[in-house]
Each structure stands twice: as C-alpha cells, then as structure tokens.
C-alpha cells in the first residue's frame, strides 16, 4: 500500500512542534502533501528539508510567512514542477508536483493550496481569478498524465460537507459559485473526491478543519475542505481512509488514503 496524507500545517514550525513527524513515523507515511508551510527556503534549511526520513519539495511564497507548499516523498521524483500559472499566483507559493514517470506510467503527486476569500471582496475575486487558472491546467495535466492533487481546496461542496451549511450560504468556501465550479470538476472534468468515493454518507466525521472560535473543534462544527482528488484510474487503486483527530497538529487535520499503488 502507498499512504498519502494532505494536510494544511497553519506554519510548518507550529506543526512540528506539536508531534507530527511523531505522528508521520508511526503511521508510515510514503508521501505528504503540506500546504500553508508559512515559511521561506532559509527557514527551512537545515530543519525540515526531511521529516521522519521523506524528502522535501517546495513551492515558497515571496511574502514572508505566508501559503508555500510542499511535498515529503520516501521515493526521488524524476521531475519537480513548482507553479502553474507563471505569475500571480506563483508568488503566492501554491502549486508543487512531484513526477514519477517510468516507460510504462506518468504519474504526478501534486500538493496545492487554494486561496481563502473569507478576508473580504478582493481575496474572494483572487479565488475566482485562480479557480479559472487551474481548471484549464488541471484538465491539460488529465490529457497527458495520472496525478493525485492533495490540497486545501477552501470549498466545502455539499451540504453534509460542513456542520452549519444554512448559515454559511453567504459565505466564503461554500458560496453557489465555489460549489459549481467543485461539481464541474468533478463532473464534466472527470477527476474524482477520493474520500467521498470511499466513504459516501460520512458528515461529522469528514470535516477536516475547525475555526478557532466558539469551541468549533470540541463541538466538531467543522467542514471538509481538503480533499485528495485523482484521475479516474489512480481513484479505482484507493482502499482505506481515515482524517486523524488524536493529537492537534494545525486547524486541520491529516487526511489519508492508502492506494494499492507502486512507485
């Protein structure tokens, strides 16, 4: 079995403090993708290049403790591609994909943090202006090669995706527009919500992120918005799943799929 975890660090020093390369040893992880890594290259240097014996790869933002993401493998990528759409989104430091390609497979680990609109108009117009730049390159990477996105997409889809769905209607993350453009991924661009493939009918115990307000984590008023999505056949090969709640190493919690995949 490969295990791969997604999870949202909310700052890759707050993280590690906590347990999680612990928690990453213990589990066996072959593959993370992290996202809000809230650090830069020096910071990292010499402190988290490796977590509990997989290598790091990054994407930094320019902006001082602010997104990044990364991806922590036991195997060497054959390819490392940082950034998709060449400028503004880029500097903000929310696309890496590790490739591992042989003569007879393309396969691609993409870890990516969507931007959050929950600050006001302009970050929301932001959000907009990247789920139409990663629509079209999505679909061009479907057209030539497998991958598994692990990310902090910063949508719930459906309503059983978030505990007080009729009160966020209004709001960023579960906003109409957010929600169509989820299904047409997932509809008319064929990739796959590899968690609700395995688990349908969950609702409380799929959320993956609770505000830090109101004792939204003791109450489990949370939503599900990381996710692992997958080509078609990459989805077939998943077989177990679970969001670990024991220990708190960020706001999210670490999703894991376990696939019947050899790299």
């Known amino acids: 079995m490969f295990k791969l975890v997604s999870l949202n660090l909310n ?32 910071d990292v240097a010499g402190k988290f290049e490796q977590l509990a014996g997989l290598q790091g790869y990054f994407h930094y933002a320019e902006k001082k403790g602010y997104s990044g993401v990364g991806l922590y493998t ?51 117009a932001a959000k907009y202006r990247f789920l139409d730049l990663i629509y079209p390159h999505l679909q061009q990477l479907r057209g030539q090669r497998e991958f598994i996105l692990c990310g902090d997409v910063n949508i719930a889809h459906k309503e059983m995706d978030l505990k007080n769905w009729k009160g966020n209607l209004k709001n960023s993350g579960f906003l109409p527009e957010e929600r169509a453009w989820m299904t047409r991924l997932l509809d008319e661009g064929g990739l796959v919500d590899v968690y609700r493939r395995l688990q349908p009918d969950a609702t409380e115990a799929a959320y993956t992120w609770w505000s830090n307000r109101g004792q939204a984590y003791a ?21 177990r799943e679970s969001i670990y709640k024991g220990e708190k190493f960020s706001d999210h919690a670490p999703l894991t799929i376990d696939y019947e995949l050899g790299l």
């Open 74 to 124: 036991r195997h060497t990528p054959s390819d490392v591609v940082t950034g998709f759409d060449g400028g503004e989104f880029d500097a903000e430091g929310r696309y890496v994909e590790l490739r591992f390609d042989t003569p007879q497979r393309k396969l691609s680990l993409i870890s990516c943090y969507f931007p959050s609109g929950s600050s006001g108009e302009e970050r929301q």
């Open 11 to 42: 700052g890759i020093r707050s993280a590690t403090s906590k347990g999680l390369e612990t928690w990453i040893e213990q589990t066996r992880s072959d593959c993370m993708g992290v996202q809000e890594v809230k650090a830069q290259a020096p």
């Open 219 to 239: 109450k489990n008023v949370g939503w599900r918005i990381d996710y692992q999505l997958a080509t078609p056949a990459l989805a077939t090969l998943a077989r």
